[in-house]
């Protein structure tokens, strides 16, 4: 059974802003310097499922941390992988290199919750070497 809801692109006339919507406001991306748990790291990146791959009908909180985000989980796929990297290149301020994209990294909200952290560490370990 797959949980995916349709997709709604809004025509560009009409859209409205996250604060009209139902929905909590967007948080802002993170701070470089901010540490974060991986609980509030899962949160977010449920978050950025929903929002990025505009999931209407799908609260964050409804997905599980160890739901199948492929197949017949939620029911991903590559297009919505390539947009799920952007959203979280953009919320946790790190880059992803197509070499370092491992398929079981996307398998659930918790490995892409290690993968966030492993990338965020790359991204501080670089800023401290320029330094």
Not at 31 to 34: A, F, G, L, R, T
């Given at each position: 059974?797959?949980?995916?809801?349709?997709?709604?692109?809004?025509?560009p006339r009409s859209m409205r802003t996250r604060t009209d919507d139902a929905h909590a406001a967007p948080q802002p991306p993170l701070?470089?310097?901010?540490t974060m748990t991986s609980e509030s790291i899962?949160?977010?990146?449920?978050r950025v499922i929903v929002d990025c791959l505009m999931l209407e009908g799908l609260a964050p909180e409804e997905i599980g941390d160890e739901q199948a985000l492929f197949?017949?989980?939620?029911?991903?796929?590559?297009?919505?992988?390539?947009?799920?990297?952007l959203g979280l290149e953009a919320e946790f301020g790190i880059k992803v290199?197509?070499?370092e994209m491992d398929r079981t990294a996307f398998n659930?909200?918790?490995?892409l919750a290690g993968f966030v952290e492993?990338?965020?560490?790359?991204?501080?370990?670089?800023?401290?070497?320029?330094?």
């Open positions: 059974m797959k949980l995916r809801t349709a997709r709604h692109k809004p025509d701070p470089p310097d901010e899962q949160s977010r990146i449920k197949g017949e989980g939620l029911g991903l796929d590559s297009v919505d992988a390539l947009e799920l990297v290199k197509s070499d659930s909200v918790t490995s492993g990338q965020m560490a790359k991204a501080e370990a670089a800023r401290a070497s320029e330094t």
